[in-house]
């Protein structure tokens, strides 16, 4: 039998690198195999049968979107918070909201939530078109009067133009309202990343050293970040106290516990995509995190707080060189930026 030096999709390779100036020796496939296929996402997310995606919906979903005339004082669209230059979310520790207040959770990234069955960091919405009007009618956020908003869109002649195309015979409130920015939330995606090249046949799209970071990030006898961070959007959709140094202070945030009342869930958060992660910075429900480095550490020594924390936190033991390669995989995660059209807003 022939003997080639090219490596096969599902042969374990022996990988000696350099990584950090360092050598690394790990017992991983330097290839993509059948498996790692269950990490590329679908062409399209679900939508609802009766908000199905079209580009009319698509487009007055951006309108309204970055229109800052949706809060109360006009200052605060949708956008400001999830922000298309700060990687769909805001690049503050946590959130501001109406007259700048500052308040308890960071904004999470609208970056493929579109693949989510849950929404919020609490999980206390069920879908896009759910959350939608959350942030307009909350007094802490954009503190809206829907009443005063819906009437004004009545009678604005280029959105009752925008809304017949989009929803024709439908009226103008708050459930065409949702719909539509529901529909641009659907567009914003992300799933051409250099590890989806990689996936797909470009061996060339990830470094070695982000490789074997995927390899260790999937390993259970590693990073196993998989326990949370699972395929194909990095995330189970779950709930978990991960052991933030916030969750000992007083009255602190107990997220879906307050949702749903059940003792293990006290402390307990949305595990979030890792997808463009690279561009979300700080990490984490509270913002604790500034680097990709500092999440990696926090898991790595597992967690601060042990009040009520999740049975799949626990120490690494990986090594700086380890913890840099899983850094450089989640570098992998973002797709390329391309240009991005702001939309015209109605004049009047």
Same mark, same amino acid.
């Given at each position: 039998?022939?003997?080639?030096?090219?490596?096969?999709?599902?042969?374990?390779?022996?990988?000696?690198?350099?990584?950090?100036?360092?050598?690394?020796?790990?017992?991983?496939?330097?290839?993509?195999?059948?498996?790692?296929?269950?990490?590329?996402?679908?062409?399209?997310?679900?939508?609802?049968?009766?908000? *199905?995606?079209?580009?009319?919906?698509?487009?007055?979903?951006?309108?309204?979107?970055?229109?800052?005339?949706?809060?109360?004082?006009?200052?605060?669209?949708?956008?400001?918070?999830?922000?298309?230059?700060?990687?769909?979310?805001?690049?503050?520790?946590?959130?501001?909201?109406? &007259?700048?207040?500052?308040?308890?959770?960071?904004?999470?990234?609208?970056?493929?939530?579109?693949? =989510?069955?849950?929404?919020?960091?609490?999980?206390?919405?069920?879908?896009?078109?759910? *959350?939608?009007?959350?942030?307009?009618?909350?007094?802490?956020?954009?503190?809206?009067?829907?009443?005063?908003?819906? &009437?004004?869109?009545?009678?604005?002649?280029?959105?009752?133009?925008?809304?017949? *195309?989009?929803?024709?015979?439908?009226?103008?409130?708050?459930?065409?309202?949702?719909?539509?920015?529901?529909?641009?939330?659907?567009?914003?995606?992300? &799933?051409?990343?250099?590890?989806?090249?990689?996936?797909?046949?470009?061996?060339?799209?990830?470094?070695?050293?982000?490789?074997?970071?995927?390899?260790?990030?999937?390993?259970?006898?590693?990073?196993?970040?998989?326990?949370?961070? *699972?395929?194909?959007?990095?995330?189970?959709?779950?709930?978990?106290?991960?052991?933030?140094?916030?969750?000992?202070?007083? =009255?602190?945030?107990?997220?879906?516990?307050?949702?749903?009342?059940?003792?293990?869930? &006290?402390?307990?958060?949305?595990?979030?995509?890792?997808?463009?992660?690279?561009?979300?910075?700080?990490?984490?429900?509270?913002?604790?995190?500034?680097?990709?480095?500092?999440?990696?550490?926090?898991?790595?020594?597992?967690?601060?707080?042990?009040?009520?924390?999740?049975?799949?936190?626990?120490?690494?033991?990986?090594?700086?060189?380890?913890?840099?390669?899983?850094?450089?995989?989640?570098?992998?995660?973002?797709?390329?930026?391309?240009?991005?059209?702001?939309?015209?807003?109605?004049?009047?």
């Amino acid at each position: 039998m022939k003997i080639t030096h090219r490596f096969t999709l599902f042969a374990a390779v022996i990988v000696s690198m350099a990584i950090a100036g360092e050598a690394v020796a790990a017992d991983y496939l330097l290839s993509p195999g059948k498996e790692d296929h269950k990490w590329l996402l679908p062409a399209s997310p679900m939508a609802p049968a009766d908000n *199905q995606l079209t580009p009319a919906r698509a487009e007055l979903g951006k309108a309204l979107f970055f229109d800052p005339r949706l809060s109360l004082d006009g200052n605060l669209s949708c956008a400001s918070c999830h922000s298309p230059m700060m990687g769909w979310s805001d690049g503050l520790p946590t959130a501001k909201g109406n &007259k700048s207040k500052v308040l308890g959770r960071a904004t999470p990234t609208i970056i493929n939530t579109a693949y =989510n069955t849950l929404q919020m960091w609490d999980g206390r919405k069920s879908s896009l078109e759910d *959350q939608a009007l959350g942030p307009m009618e909350s007094m802490d956020e954009m503190a809206m009067d829907l009443t005063a908003l819906f &009437k004004w869109l009545n009678v604005e002649p280029t959105y009752k133009e925008m809304f017949a *195309q989009a929803y024709p015979g439908e009226a103008i409130d708050r459930t065409t309202v949702a719909k539509g920015i529901a529909s641009f939330e659907r567009t914003v995606l992300s &799933k051409d990343s250099p590890f989806d090249r990689w996936l797909q046949g470009d061996e060339k799209a990830m470094t070695r050293q982000q490789i074997i970071g995927f390899r260790l990030f999937s390993d259970a006898g590693k990073g196993n970040c998989v326990a949370c961070h *699972q395929a194909p959007n990095f995330t189970d959709g779950g709930f978990h106290n991960i052991g933030l140094a916030s969750d000992d202070k007083v =009255n602190p945030d107990v997220g879906r516990y307050a949702i749903k009342p059940v003792a293990a869930l &006290k402390g307990a958060f949305k595990t979030p995509t890792l997808r463009d992660i690279s561009l979300t910075a700080p990490y984490f429900h509270d913002g604790s995190a500034r680097t990709l480095t500092d999440v990696v550490a926090h898991y790595n020594r597992g967690g601060v707080s042990k009040t009520n924390l999740s049975p799949n936190m626990k120490s690494l033991g990986l090594s700086p060189e380890e913890a840099s390669a899983i850094v450089a995989f989640m570098q992998a995660l973002t797709t390329p930026a391309q240009p991005f059209a702001l939309p015209k807003l109605p004049s009047n």
